[in-house]
């Protein structure tokens, strides 16, 4: 299984940062060449100078408590290694945000392929889970008690068809987010003369991304709605963690993370084995929430542009990358390696010996008493039967409007889950049959 979660570190790392600068830097020196606006022999220059090896990179927190500005310190590196007559051509007419939100765009491109790599892996593995589990019977909860029989191929598919709505909204937004970023100090393009869109074409080409219809310098939607869809993408796997957390439990015992021999669940107990994969992960989605709702302050922008937005708007984006990073690779782990107790899921299935099948026989009697009738009967008898440990199946035989209208091999036919899981395996089988075809 390959991990994501070193690409995205390094992605985010500060040389990721520094490539993708000089990457943005020497794209516009090319469209400017191109264009005619530089000479060609200029941008070659620039553009073989527009790599971190080139720097000397180790002067680069000194220009930079120097100058007090991030860009300008790299601008002075990156002018040296150019040369004295190709270096006055860096930059021209473009203004730091141009850079910093076109590179910001550029990891989000690759993270964008990242993610939705690791969500098809998942997805594919939780489908396998539907297929083969399809028919596993378990006992579905409402509000964390037992509620009514269903299938875990059903609880599956539910987690996969979430999982696609992941994967289409990466793909639903991926046009819009992925939009280059020059347009001058205040949107206009006047530094760029009449060339600005003619720029913006030739630096889009190159870079692969898309020319946007205006600037976005004070817009943040685009970077607010990426990592919104991380959020989203965390609460899915968030919630599947959640539910083989609970389903660990000792008292369940019907789902268990993968354990590998040699693995330590607690320094002092060694009889234990902790679902702490799934705490990681829950842990993970909700430092993705964080950001997302830091993010989303930072769309406050005023005016054309100012500086409150960029003080921590990179810091979060990067770190809910790479939490989200961490989370994915968790994920896949989890859902390939995740092991299914189909016996203890069937014993807690019968755990309440019939009372789950309250409904069932509800239904049937209401057809002979009424709906409301039956509810109220069923209900005093079936909570009585629970509250005072009593069998289910012998107090409705005890009672003799039930025993009017139902007879006794129909009552215990209506108390077998088996005969009561719906339409679960055919949704498990017809949910994989769907999301493997598209």
Same mark, same amino acid.
């Given at each position: 299984?390959?991990?994501?979660?070193?690409?995205? +570190?390094?992605?985010?790392?500060?040389?990721?940062?520094?490539?993708?600068?000089?990457?943005?830097?020497?794209?516009?020196?090319?469209?400017?060449?191109?264009? %005619?606006?530089?000479?060609?022999?200029?941008?070659?220059?620039?553009?073989?100078?527009?790599?971190?090896?080139?720097?000397?990179?180790? &002067?680069?927190?000194?220009?930079?408590? +120097?100058?007090?500005?991030?860009?300008?310190?790299?601008?002075?590196?990156?002018?040296?290694?150019? /040369?004295?007559?190709? /270096?006055?051509?860096?930059?021209?007419? $473009?203004? =730091?945000?141009?850079?910093?939100?076109? $590179?910001?765009?550029?990891?989000?491109?690759?993270?964008?392929?990242?993610?939705?790599?690791?969500?098809?892996?998942?997805?594919?593995?939780?489908?396998?889970?539907?297929?083969?589990?399809?028919?596993?019977?378990?006992? /579905?909860?409402?509000? @964390?008690?037992?509620? *009514?029989?269903? =299938?875990?191929?059903?609880?599956?598919?539910?987690?996969?068809?979430?999982?696609?709505?992941?994967?289409? +909204?990466?793909?639903?937004?991926?046009? &819009?987010?992925?939009?280059?970023?020059?347009?001058?100090?205040?949107?206009?393009?006047?530094?760029?003369? @009449?060339?600005?869109?003619?720029?913006?074409?030739?630096? $889009?080409?190159?870079?692969?991304?898309?020319?946007?219809?205006?600037?976005?310098?004070?817009?943040?939607?685009?970077?607010?709605?990426?990592?919104?869809?991380?959020?989203?993408?965390?609460?899915?796997?968030? &919630?599947?963690?959640?539910?083989?957390?609970?389903?660990?439990? =000792?008292?369940?015992?019907?789902?268990?993370?993968?354990?590998?021999?040699?693995?330590?669940?607690?320094?002092?107990?060694?009889?234990?084995?902790?679902?702490?994969?799934?705490?990681?992960?829950?842990?993970? $989605?909700?430092?993705? +929430?964080?950001?997302?709702?830091?993010?989303?302050?930072?769309?406050?922008?005023?005016?054309?542009?100012?500086?409150?937005?960029?003080?921590?708007?990179?810091?979060?984006?990067?770190?809910?990358?790479?939490?989200?990073?961490?989370?994915?690779?968790?994920?896949?782990?989890?859902?390939?390696?995740?092991?299914? @107790?189909?016996? @203890?899921?069937?014993?807690?299935?019968? &755990?309440?010996?019939?009372?789950?099948?309250?409904?069932?026989?509800?239904?049937?009697?209401?057809?002979?008493? %009424?709906?409301?009738?039956?509810?109220?009967?069923?209900?005093?008898?079936?909570?009585?039967?629970?509250?005072?440990?009593?069998?289910?199946?012998?107090? *409705?035989?005890?009672?003799? =409007?039930?025993?009017?209208?139902?007879?006794?091999?129909?009552?215990?036919? *209506?108390?077998?889950?088996?005969?009561?899981? %719906?339409?679960?395996?055919?949704?498990?089988?017809?949910?994989?049959?769907?999301?493997?075809?598209?």
């Amino acid at each position: 299984m390959t991990l994501i979660l070193p690409q995205v +570190r390094e992605l985010f790392s500060r040389d990721g940062r520094f490539k993708r600068w000089l990457r943005v830097e020497a794209a516009l020196a090319n469209a400017q060449a191109k264009l %005619g606006i530089i000479p060609e022999h200029i941008a070659r220059d620039i553009d073989e100078a527009a790599h971190v090896e080139k720097l000397d990179l180790g &002067r680069y927190d000194e220009l930079y408590e +120097r100058t007090g500005h991030p860009m300008m310190a790299m601008l002075r590196l990156l002018e040296v290694a150019a /040369g004295p007559e190709s /270096g006055q051509y860096i930059h021209l007419g $473009a203004t =730091t945000q141009d850079i910093m939100d076109t $590179a910001m765009v550029l990891a989000l491109k690759e993270m964008f392929d990242l993610t939705r790599s690791k969500l098809v892996s998942i997805q594919n593995s939780v489908l396998n889970l539907c297929e083969k589990h399809a028919d596993t019977p378990m006992i /579905g909860r409402t509000h @964390n008690v037992q509620a *009514l029989p269903i =299938t875990f191929g059903y609880k599956a598919a539910v987690w996969a068809d979430e999982l696609e709505r992941c994967i289409q +909204r990466l793909d639903q937004s991926r046009e &819009r987010i992925l939009a280059l970023q020059l347009s001058g100090a205040v949107g206009s393009m006047v530094s760029f003369g @009449n060339d600005g869109p003619a720029i913006q074409e030739k630096m $889009a080409e190159e870079l692969g991304i898309n020319v946007p219809a205006i600037s976005w310098h004070a817009s943040r939607d685009r970077l607010a709605e990426f990592v919104g869809n991380l959020a989203l993408i965390g609460g899915c796997l968030g &919630r599947i963690a959640q539910e083989v957390y609970l389903l660990m439990g =000792t008292e369940f015992g019907e789902l268990s993370e993968p354990w590998a021999e040699g693995k330590v669940g607690s320094s002092t107990m060694p009889h234990k084995i902790n679902p702490t994969s799934t705490q990681h992960m829950m842990s993970l $989605a909700r430092d993705i +929430r964080y950001h997302n709702a830091a993010v989303l302050e930072m769309m406050c922008v005023d005016h054309e542009r100012n500086i409150m937005h960029f003080v921590g708007e990179r810091e979060h984006i990067e770190e809910c990358c790479v939490a989200a990073g961490e989370l994915l690779d968790r994920a896949d782990e989890l859902m390939a390696g995740l092991q299914v @107790n189909e016996a @203890n899921m069937l014993a807690n299935l019968n &755990r309440l010996g019939g009372l789950t099948q309250s409904e069932n026989v509800m239904l049937e009697l209401g057809h002979k008493i %009424g709906k409301q009738h039956a509810h109220e009967l069923v209900n005093k008898i079936a909570v009585g039967a629970f509250l005072n440990g009593k069998n289910f199946e012998e107090e *409705l035989k005890k009672n003799k =409007t039930v025993m009017d209208a139902l007879d006794p091999e129909h009552i215990h036919d *209506l108390l077998d889950p088996m005969q009561y899981i %719906g339409a679960c395996p055919e949704l498990a089988r017809q949910i994989a049959r769907k999301l493997r075809k598209e």
